[in-house]
Structure formats: structure tokens, C-alpha cells
């Protein structure tokens, strides 16, 4: 009896690391939530931090090219001009979200997207740290960051065409830093809710757009994997021309810091080059796998390792191939989609994934193109609408082909059908009368076969009384 209060010594440190664990769990969310900018509520969480990721996106860009234009000038002994270096890196700045910039009497209409990189990192950041995550924070937050980018479009260049672009690629940069920022946060299944509520809940359309995401990035693999082959094979060229600039240490790392950041153009243009639609590195100029026109290009080495010859024709097919097999491979969430499809499902679902594609593809396309200069300058990058045309139907092949090839309701009906094919009329007839012959005869045959129980009883009495009875 003594006994009746003793626990074992494993239950009781079972107990404690169940303890710790609830401890530092609060411990945990108390620190995500102090860590986050407080406000009266989420919505000025939202505004506070779109302030705060236009803050850390000029940082980013605007301080390195004040600190080049600081060292650059006194090692030339020159005077520096801080207006100057400031509007150049704000030029930038509003390049690298899709606005138009003019430098030095210069319209710049092609975005560096290594710098557009640079302002989503921007945004995750901000969005990690600081976003309260809600309805009202999330429509804030992309409103009033968007509105503020445009009103410094409107700034740089009041130009209507430049303006459309920076909305829309300042909503996608809004879209990228939610998403990427509020993954790992335990919290962020409010917006991934609200971006289910955006699908309409259809899981079929759902995985539908997630195969349009899959096989944009699958094309990017490719064009980086084509970018990567064109430096192997061009390094010579590269070296010819890098050893043509009289470089320093700073100016080497402004050319190569200029040179990174068009590496993700680069890319785009390789992987329309992949399609076939090729792109421009000046005016009346193409690059592609069957026509190859050149002209005089910039002195920057990366552009030195550009293709200067037509693709055989072997190679050419194969990269066709490989585009359509982006769509094949995207469309593999749509033959994972456990929700059973009627057949406007199966003919919409690749549909949407290709558009989805063509959509974000015309998007870096529109962004990588434009104008870099002035004279043979103004247009660089893939021509927008006969690539977005080449990808469009390339991807619609293959995700059309493996949804066909893998849903399981095609199979079905097709299985059904052959079954249909195979019941002649002439088998049917030929069944029946078998079946009529075979009942006939067990008729017949039952009723030659008397049965004992249909002999009166009465009958077999008297004869058995005959049988019985003695002769006189």
C-alpha cells in the first residue's frame, strides 16, 4: 500500500521530455510572433512591411552602384556627383522591377533579371521576418508594395506601356516572396489556404496550374543547360574579347557583377533558341537553330559566346523534343490527380497548364527583351509572341499526349470500347439459339422419363390386391 504513489523512473522522464518540448514549442511561437512587426492590426503589418521590402530592394541595388561610382571617380580624379550615382542606381532599381529607366539620354527597356532576383530575395526576407499573415495583411501588403513601384515607375518614366509591365511583374515579385517566404513559417498556411480558395478548390485545376509551374521551371533547366554548353564551347571567344578591356580591380568586378546579372536573360534566350523562335541581339539580327544573322554586337564577353552557326538539323529536332517533353513532364501532376475527370476535365487540364506556361514564359519574355542602348541596341531577345506561339504548342503536345496516355478514365473507355467491338450481333444470335437448343432437350428428356411419383397410388394398391388373390 505504501507503493500506490510510485511511478517508474521511465514514465517520469518520459514526462519531463514531454514537458520540454511543450515549453519550447511556446517558447518558439512566442518568439515568431515578437519577432514580427507589431501593429494595431494585420493590415498596417502588411504596409509596414511593404515599406520595409522597398527599403532592403533599393539597398540591395542602389548602395553598390553608389559605392562603384565613389571609388571609380577618385581613382580617375574625378568629381563625384552623388545626384547622378543616385538616379543610376534607382534607374536600376526600377529596371529590375519592369519599369522603363532613361541613363545618360539612354532608355533602358530590358530588365537584368539577375537584378530582379535580387528584389524577390528582398521580399522573402521581409516577408520571413516581419508578415503577419491574414487576408487583410496579404491584400495590403501586394497592394500597397505594387502602388508604391508604380508610382516610382511613373517617376523614373511616365511612359503607359512601361507602367503595365511594372504592375505586372511587381505582382508577380509580390507572388514569389509570399510564396517562398511563408513556406517554412508555421503560419503559412493561411495564404496557401487563400491560394486554394483562388483555384476554386478543384483539385484537378489545382494540379493543373502546379504542372504549368513544373514545366516553366523544366524549360529554365533546359535553357540554363544550353547556356551552360554555350560558355564551354565560346570560352575562347570570351577570353578574346575579356582580354580586349583594360581592366582594374573594380572595374573587373562592375563587369562581372553587369555580366551576372544577364546571365538569367540569357537563359530565356537559350531556351527560346531551344524552341526554334530564336532571339535578337540587335536590330535586324536572329539567332536561331535554322537562320543565324549577325551584327555588331556589344563588347561584353558573355555575348561572345553566343552561337555564330546553324544547328544540324538532328540537333534541331531534338530540341523540339525536349520542349515537348517539359509539357509531358508537368502534365504528370494532372495523371496524379486522384479526382475522377469527366472528359471536359481531361480536355481543359492540359489546356490550363499550357496556359498557364505560355502566361509566366510571355512574362520572362517580356521582361528579358527590349532595349539596352541606343542605335542597333533598342531590340534584344526573343521576338514575344512567335516564341510564346512555339512554346504554347510545343508543351500542349506533350502534356496533351501524357494526359491521354496516363489518366485512368481513358483507359477504362477504351477498354470499354474494345469489349463493345467484340459482342457481334452474329455471336449474340449464335449464343441464343444454343442456349434455346440446350433448354429444349432437358425438357424433352424430363418428360420421357416417367417419374415414380406420378403413378397413382390407388392403381398400384389393386394390383398388388390381384396379385395376392388365389386362383379358382
Not at 527560346?272 to 537553330?289: E, M, N, R, V
Request: glycine share 8%; net charge positive.
Amino acid at each position: 500500500m505504501g507503493n500506490a504513489g510510485y511511478e517508474p523512473a521511465n514514465r517520469k522522464a518520459s514526462k519531463r521530455t514531454q514537458n520540454i518540448i511543450e515549453d519550447r514549442q511556446t517558447l518558439r511561437k512566442q518568439l515568431s510572433v515578437d519577432d514580427s512587426i507589431e501593429g494595431g492590426s494585420t493590415a498596417l503589418s502588411g504596409l509596414l512591411t511593404a515599406i520595409q521590402t522597398l527599403i532592403f530592394g533599393m539597398a540591395i541595388i542602389v548602395i553598390p552602384v553608389l559605392v562603384t561610382a565613389v571609388i571609380s571617380t577618385t581613382l580617375v580624379d574625378q568629381d563625384f556627383s552623388f545626384g547622378a550615382a543616385l538616379k543610376a542606381g534607382l534607374a536600376f532599381w526600377a529596371v529590375a522591377h519592369g519599369s522603363y529607366a532613361t541613363v545618360d539620354g539612354t532608355t533602358l527597356t530590358m530588365a537584368p533579371l539577375g537584378l530582379t532576383l535580387l528584389v524577390v530575395a528582398a521580399g522573402v526576407l521581409s516577408v520571413r521576418r516581419s508578415l503577419r499573415v491574414s487576408s487583410a495583411a496579404l491584400i495590403v501588403y501586394s497592394a500597397s508594395y505594387t502602388l508604391l513601384i508604380a508610382a516610382a515607375s511613373l517617376i523614373a518614366t511616365p511612359h503607359l506601356v512601361g507602367l503595365t509591365r511594372t504592375i505586372v511583374s511587381t505582382l508577380i515579385i509580390v507572388w514569389l516572396s509570399l510564396y517562398i517566404g511563408l513556406r517554412k513559417r508555421e503560419d503559412g498556411h493561411a495564404f496557401y489556404g487563400i491560394h486554394k480558395q483562388l483555384s476554386g478548390r478543384k483539385e484537378w485545376i489545382e494540379t493543373s496550374l502546379r504542372g504549368g509551374i513544373i514545366t516553366l521551371l523544366t524549360l529554365t533547366i533546359l535553357g540554363a543547360l544550353a547556356s551552360i554548353a554555350w560558355f564551354v564551347l565560346g570560352r575562347d571567344a570570351m577570353s578574346q574579347v575579356l582580354g580586349d578591356w583594360p581592366l582594374d580591380a573594380l572595374s573587373g568586378i562592375a563587369l562581372g557583377v553587369a555580366q551576372i546579372s544577364l546571365v538569367p536573360n540569357l537563359i530565356v534566350w537559350a531556351a527560346s533558341w531551344l524552341s526554334g523562335a530564336g532571339f535578337q541581339i540587335g536590330t535586324g539580327t536572329i539567332i536561331s537553330p535554322e537562320h543565324v544573322v549577325l551584327g555588331p554586337l556589344p563588347n561584353l564577353p558573355v555575348l561572345a559566346a553566343l552561337p555564330q552557326a546553324t544547328a544540324p538539323l538532328a540537333f534541331t529536332i531534338t530540341f523540339v523534343v525536349a520542349i515537348s517533353l517539359c509539357g509531358f513532364f508537368g502534365a504528370q501532376t494532372i495523371v496524379r490527380c486522384t479526382e475522377t475527370l469527366r472528359w471536359w476535365n481531361i480536355v481543359a487540364a492540359p489546356l490550363i497548364l499550357t496556359a498557364t506556361t505560355v502566361f509566366m514564359w510571355t512574362v520572362l519574355v517580356w521582361l528579358a527583351s527590349g532595349a539596352i542602348g541606343p542605335g542597333n541596341l533598342t531590340e534584344f531577345g526573343p521576338e514575344l509572341w512567335t516564341s510564346a506561339l512555339r512554346i504554347a504548342v510545343l508543351v500542349g503536345i506533350g502534356a496533351g499526349i501524357r494526359v491521354l496516355v496516363g489518366r485512368k478514365e481513358i483507359r477504362q473507355g477504351l477498354s470499354s470500347t474494345k469489349k463493345t467491338t467484340s459482342y457481334s450481333p452474329s455471336t449474340a444470335s449464335s449464343a441464343r439459339s444454343t442456349r434455346t437448343n440446350s433448354s429444349t432437350a432437358s425438357g424433352t428428356s424430363a418428360r420421357s422419363v416417367p417419374s415414380s411419383r406420378s403413378t397413382p397410388s390407388g392403381n398400384s394398391s389393386r394390383t398388388a390386391h390381384s396379385a395376392q388373390e388365389p386362383t379358382e
